[in-house]
Structures are given as C-alpha cells and as structure tokens.
Nanobody, 123 residues
C-alpha cells in the first residue's frame, strides 16, 4: 500500500519561508517522479515543482522559479519543497504526488497523492 505523508505547512508572513516534506512508503522511490502541486480556494490544482528522483533533474512552474526548490533524499524516501519569499498567492493546500514507475508509458503509470498540507501566507 502506497502512502505519501506530508508535513511542514503552516502560517507564514509574506516574504517568509517554509519547508514541506513528503515521505513515501510502499513504492520503489527511485522508480518514480515526485512532484508538488497546490490548490488554492476556488481554483484548479496546479503543478508547482517536479523532480525525477533517479536523475535528480527538476522543473518548476514559472510562478515559483527562483523562489522554490525541490529536492529529494533517496535513503529517506523523502522529497522536500523549500519555499522562500512567499507571497499571498502561495496560500493553498499543497499536495505531494508520486507518478510511476517511470519505465512505464505515461498512460500506464500510477498516480498517488498525499493528504495535503495547508500553507497560509498572511500578515
């Protein structure tokens, strides 16, 4: 049974920082792509950052490039999202996602989601 457990959300002032963590179990971590999505009230879920676990290559949404950093710790089966210079547009529920195994075609890959962690940026 695959589980993704997120932590690290909370309330932060504009300009502040938070680090989110997502620990995966029940899957072969290096065979998956890991990502962070977010969903603000009344809006669709959007991709924030993506990491190809085996290679370590990353990609970001334009809105967070230069402020957010995604990384992974393979022995800990954990992916992180370091968020700096947060603004009010960063207020959302952040979800961890695992997609894979990567040697499957995209159509055959499984998608797993964490329960989400709330990030609120407010003064």
């Amino acid at each position: 049974q695959v589980q993704l457990v997120e932590s690290g959300g909370g309330l932060v002032q504009p300009g502040g920082s938070l680090r989110l963590s997502c620990t995966a179990s029940g899957l072969n971590f290096v065979q998956y792509n890991m990502a962070w999505y977010r969903q603000a009230p009344g809006q669709e879920r959007e991709l924030v950052a993506l990491i190809f676990v085996a290679a370590g290559s990353v990609d970001y949404a334009d809105s967070v490039t230069g402020r957010f950093t995604i990384s992974r710790d393979i022995p800990k089966n954990t992916v992180y999202l370091q968020m700096n210079s947060l603004n009010v547009e960063g207020t959302a529920v952040y979800f961890c996602n695992a997609a894979g195994p990567v040697f499957y075609s995209v159509a055959r890959r499984s998608n797993y989601w964490g329960q989400g962690t709330q990030v609120t940026v407010s003064s």
